[in-house]
């Protein structure tokens, strides 16, 4: 219905302005209080319908909106310029997290190696100094040195501190150990995914950019312990179907685990901006 009026509002709005000289003063005033009455039932309604559009990560009971935004950009200075050649800073991190908030999203999702820990510490502090709170996901970084199954605990009290949150909705190992260094210990992180779980440090558990073979084992572990593996992040776009070609996304199916796809905008490609 809101739809339906703000159509024909639209349609009053256009009418008015070409013959300007035909409305007095007062019918003026009432097209515009209604144009933005209308205006502002359209915004509560699609702020309603983002926050209605749920999803379950795999099979934990925990629902987070289907839309996530990524906060990889926030503090990072390598990749993306922050505060430097990529011309934002604070200020206009600080007001997308706000257009997060007034648009109905409420799931983020960051990682300790975002920005060195500024990510991070950004979320954790427009929550506090705007009174707000969306569900969080992040991520630990399983760098060479490494290797047992307390890393991911002590890797999650760090991001928690720069949170300031007790636990996180999502907890992830943000890429497989690497090869000869220290690949061997990808079962040991798994397990420390499973004791972040039990602390209750983290609601739910996932991987990142782990393939077919990974994702069953990481399963295997999960299952093994009574813990549900939640989720595979991995890159996914219109312009990058690897996974889907591999069997990932049916592997994912078949083991009730959500996959969650990052640059599904191939980083701005597919924007044609």
Known sequence: MAQAQLGLMQTSVVRSRQCKSCLTPRMRTIRATRASSVSNAASTSAKQAVQDDQAELGKTGIKVNSLAIGAWQWGDKSFWGYDTYGGYGEDEIRKAYQGIVDSGLNFVDTAEVYGFGKSEKYLGDFQRKTNTSVKIATKFAPVPWRCTSDAPVKALKGSLDRLNQKSV??????????PVLNSWANDAFCKGLVKCHQQGLAKAVGVSNYNVNRLQRANDIMKDSGVPLASDQVQFSLLYRKHEKEGLLAKAKELGVSVIAYSPLAQG????T
């Open 169 to 178: 909705d999502l907890y992830q190992i943000h890429w497989p150990g690497f």
């Open 269 to 272: 490609l597919l924007t044609g």
